[in-house]
């Protein structure tokens, strides 16, 4: 029978980093001394008033924190619930990634080491690392898979130009996941002066508490802007999933109202019914990827399967444990948002709001859009965890955007959004 | 299941005989399925005294770049966790010990008490475990026990004098001492960790330690037989396959020699 009574919240898991049946350390044995030394050491420095003050001193003065609360009232119109986002797009480097990674920056120097590595799949962690690097007098080295190194051409621009090295990755699937256990291999031979930026809530303790409490001002500060703002706190807090360090610094802040509903919107791709999709926690899979025990997309011999998201940030077959954790015990809900829906938000956010959303975050304001006609009237707080810039790409591809070059073939002038791509048009009445 | 070899046995052997037990590695499924198979017989009759049967992982994070390729091929020609257990049946009916080296999620999917008895029953001797330390260990612990297996975990230079005593109680069979702080794939230098590591081990335990990473030739396996009880080698077995493609019969002539040189290596040390 389900238990009934309440979950802990947000969980401070035990010494061997458990939330309950998920989390762990499925990692080599050569990895332990440090992982033990990094949880020592980063708890030691939270502790730190000098730590946590110069902590919040970065994401002041460099980083644009806190960053605003925006009552979206054209979007809630539409959308028949109010809608207030998170801007977390509008903070240094574009993204809710330069909290994470400023912080184990720091603490890397803490602890005395002068090299830091990073994996990144569509470069936004890559770039916010070596963002970190140059600002703290690092060296860094990204790991980016072939695939999409050739598909984020512009990333590794900025990654170099901010003094990193960016090593393509040809093993596996020559993506993400591959960049990821590059990353680990280096790790292994360099341990001993060399910290992993992780770049998301998963993955071997101490990483998925570590990311979530340098992740958690976004929760924190979200619920003390929205309470001045409404004078309430919303009915459900809403964000995307992929390995999942937005959604859970969001649901950090509001874990212990019991009131709020946690949502968190995961990667359909095609479909949750079609192979081509990332959608992880739907999919409810128990096993073990990248040092931790959760869910993830599996054969059924326990080969990690390809994700596909035509979001790159949410194309991973993980999810972080302790959004596991959550799913299980029913603290926390999650919802699969598909391509097509994803893109549909992202543009009408940018027709009625002038924001045009990173298509990770875009995930999420479907799902709310979702939530909204579901519980009409309600409050929504979406974190828009980055902007869509480096999106522009994908979405040329999509919408047809853009094409401004005489081409004889190609029969059609290039139209606005929506037509000739199977969607709705922006500014159509939306369902 | 008493008449199923044990790794320990083997050490017990080769150190009767005054010398080191010689460890070889390949995966199931490479170049195929019977190919392996063969390469692994010949591999037994050329010298090795236990034998690892790798079984192939989407992600092998403790894996260089020659093992990666040998374990993808054989994915790619859709080796089962299945075949992984034929293979063993197929190389321990040679009498020498077989054990299975895997990361964890396959047996975990697979399920840990399956997998214990379908490797028992096909006479394998026990697993080693790159990315399963015994902290996280308590079901395959349970497993293991039931069913006679080995317990093979690995220790690294790294390894705290507590975590050296804690993992090598859990073991059984022998521990597996990664030389170095890297990944699989053969060096040209030995390493100075390895020497220190192994007589840390041997402060905190009598199991037989095995010393693996790097090692390619005869001279690398005397220098490690000289403070070890046994010799692990893997990648250098994988890339006389790869270089040899599709020529099977070189390929296999070339893992004789290898083999012949490195149990001489071992007699050596």
Redesign the interface.
């Known amino acids: 029978m389900p238990d009934l009574a309440p979950p802990p919240a947000v969980t401070s898991p035990g010494a ?1 980093g458990r939330f309950g049946r998920f989390g ?11 992982l ?1 030394e990094l949880t020592v050491a980063w708890l030691d420095a939270m502790q730190d008033p000098a730590f946590t003050a110069e902590f919040e001193r970065m994401l002041r003065d460099y980083a644009g924190v806190p960053s605003l609360l925006y009552d979206a009232t054209r979007l809630s119109e539409r959308a028949g619930a109010r809608i207030l986002l998170k801007r977390e797009d509008l903070n240094h480097t574009g993204a809710h990634k330069i909290r994470n990674v400023l912080g184990q920056a720091l603490l890397t120097k803490r602890m005395g080491k002068h090299r830091v590595i990073a994996e990144t799949g569509a470069g936004q962690h890559g770039v916010a690392a070596a963002t970190a690097a140059a600002y703290l007098g690092l060296d860094c080295v990204v790991y980016m898979g072939e695939v999409d190194t050739e598909r984020q051409a512009l990333n590794v621009a900025r990654m170099h130009l901010l003094g990193a090295e960016v090593v393509a990755v040809r ?2 699937s020559r993506t993400l ?2 960049a990821i ?1 590059e990353a ?2 280096d790790w ?5 002066h060399t910290a992993y930026l992780f770049g998301t809530a998963a993955g071997p303790h101490p990483f998925p508490s570590m990311v979530r409490d340098f992740c958690r001002g976004i929760g924190d500060e979200a619920r003390a802007q929205c309470l001045q703002l409404t004078g309430a706190l919303p009915d459900s807090a809403v964000a995307c999933v992929g390995g999942g360090s937005n959604a859970i610094g969001l649901f950090a802040g509001f874990v212990d109202d019991e009131s709020v509903q946690l949502v968190g919107c995961e990667a359909a791709g095609d479909g949750v019914d079609t192979m081509r999709h990332a959608a992880t926690i739907y999919a409810r899979q ?6 931790a ?1 959760t869910f ?1 997309l ?1 054969d ?5 399967k390809e994700s596909h998201s035509i979001s790159a940030g949410l194309d991973y077959p993980g999810v972080g444990p302790e959004h596991a954790y959550l799913a299980e015990s029913g603290r926390a809900s999650y919802r699969p948002i598909t391509d097509a829906q994803a893109m549909d938000a992202f543009s009408l956010l940018a027709r009625v709001e002038g924001i045009i959303p990173a298509i990770e975050s875009a995930h999420a304001v479907a799902g709310a859009l979702e939530i909204a006609a579901e519980q009409p009237g309600s409050t929504i707080l979406v974190n828009l965890s980055g902007r869509g810039d480096k999106d522009m790409g994908t979405a040329i591809e999509w919408f047809g955007l853009g094409a401004t070059e005489p081409d004889d073939d190609a029969g059609e002038p290039a139209g606005p959004p929506g037509e000739g791509s199977g969607n709705n048009a922006p500014g159509e009445p939306q369902e | 299941m008493s008449d199923r070899p044990s790794t320990s046995s083997a050490f017990a052997t080769a150190r009767a005989e005054g010398r080191a037990a010689l460890v070889g590695y390949l995966p199931a499924g490479f170049p195929d399925l019977e190919g392996a198979v063969q390469a692994m017989r010949a591999m037994v009759a050329a010298g090795c005294d236990v034998i690892e049967v790798g079984l192939p ?6 894996d ?2 020659t093992i ?1 390729a040998a374990a ?1 091929q054989a ?1 790619e020609a859709g080796t ?2 299945a075949d992984v257990i034929r293979t063993v049946e197929a190389v321990a009916a040679t009498g020498v010990p077989t054990v299975v080296m895997t ?8 399920g840990v008490d399956r997998f214990a008895r379908d490797l028992a029953n096909a006479g394998g001797a026990g697993l080693i475990t ?4 015994p ?2 260990a308590e079901a395959w612990v349970g497993a293991a026990d039931e069913h006679h297996l080995d317990k093979i ?8 004098h507590e ?1 050296l005593a804690m ?1 090598t109680a859990c073991c059984r069979g022998f521990v597996y001492a ?1 030389a ?4 699989t794939g053969a060096r040209e230098s030995s390493s100075d960790l390895a020497g220190p590591l192994v007589a840390r081990v041997r402060a905190v335990t009598d199991l037989p330690v095995g010393v693996g990473l790097g090692v390619s030739n005869g001279d690398q396996a005397a220098g490690v037989a000289s403070f070890a009880d046994g010799v692990i080698v893997g990648s250098a077995f994988v890339r006389r396959l790869l270089d040899a493609g599709a020529d099977r019969a070189g390929g296999l002539a070339s893992l004789e020699r290898l083999t012949a040189e490195l149990a001489e290596g071992v007699r050596r040390g």
């Open positions: 061997d762990g350390r499925m990692m080599p044995e050569a990895l332990m001394a440090a033990d093993s596996g996941k591959d256990n680990i291999r292994v031979s360099s341990v001993d128990f096993g073990v990827l990248h040092g025990r993830v599996q059924e011999d326990g080969q990690t | 992982y989407s992600d092998p994070v403790m260089g770049p990666q993808q994915l089962r966790t990361y964890w999620n396959p047996v975990e999917r697979y790159p990315d399963l330390v902290d996280e975990f690995l220790v690294a230079p790294s390894s705290t975590r993992t990664t170095v702080m890297g990944v």
